[in-house]
């Protein structure tokens, strides 16, 4: 039997060629764009944020950088964190924030990141501990948790006094009206309460009055049939 070692090499060289190119794929990415952040950066602020930087690729092997919202970003399995460096202070979030710390932020970490203000390297968590909260976040987005946006209702707004009088005047309109959705209501409330002429509010009633009778919401030529 005749071996044609050609082959043989051809197999190996191409079960290299796929291992290697596996392995690029796991080391992920550096951006250069980020590199040029940090060297324009302020001098207290470039070992800060090089250090995140490591410190991400350390817990994360195949984290992608970029450059979102004019500062460095990292991705992996959708947007993991960002870090930025300012006058007097660097920073540095988490993208699903309040999952990854375990509690909703305050208003100074809203401002300054999750990470608090950071002005020396000393400011930073230990390593272990920054490395346990990345590696969070990266499971948080391998897993699809999404985090849970908390709608604030928006204050009830008076029903301007010209409008409570019209209403008052056409019983229908005041059915209606009292049937409407708050959204609804409120569009009308906007709308005349905004006007700063008598003569533009008194017009805006007198059509509001009419569309409100006829059932119709303050923006109906709007809405699909």
Request: no cysteine; glycine share 6%.
């Amino acid at each position: 039997m005749v071996v044609d070692h050609s082959l043989i090499v051809g197999r190996k060289f191409l079960s290299a060629s796929r291992l290697a190119d596996n392995e690029l794929l796991s080391m992920g990415t550096r951006d250069p764009r980020v590199d040029a952040y940090i060297a324009k950066s302020a001098d207290f602020a470039k070992p800060i944020l090089t250090q995140i930087r490591e410190t991400v690729h350390a817990a994360v092997p195949d984290v992608e950088e970029s450059i979102k919202w004019s500062m460095p970003a990292f991705s992996h399995h959708g947007p993991l964190m960002n870090m930025a460096a300012f006058k007097a202070h660097a920073t540095a979030g988490f993208w699903k924030g309040e999952l990854v710390i375990g509690r909703r932020a305050g208003s100074d970490e809203r401002a300054m990141g999750h990470l608090g203000r950071l002005t020396s390297v000393k400011d930073l968590p230990p390593k272990k501990e920054l490395v346990a909260l990345i590696k969070k976040a990266a499971k948080l987005n391998e897993e699809g948790v999404k985090v849970e946006k908390k709608k604030t209702p928006r204050p009830t707004l008076p029903v301007p006094p010209e409008l409570v009088a019209a209403l008052a005047k056409n019983k229908k309109a005041q059915t209606a009206f009292n049937g409407m959705p708050p959204s609804h209501q409120r569009e009308y409330n906007e709308w005349i309460g905004e006007a700063k002429r008598e003569e533009t509010r008194a017009s805006r009633v007198k059509q509001a009055i009419e569309w409100i009778a006829e059932g119709k919401s303050r923006n109906w030529k709007y809405q699909k049939q």
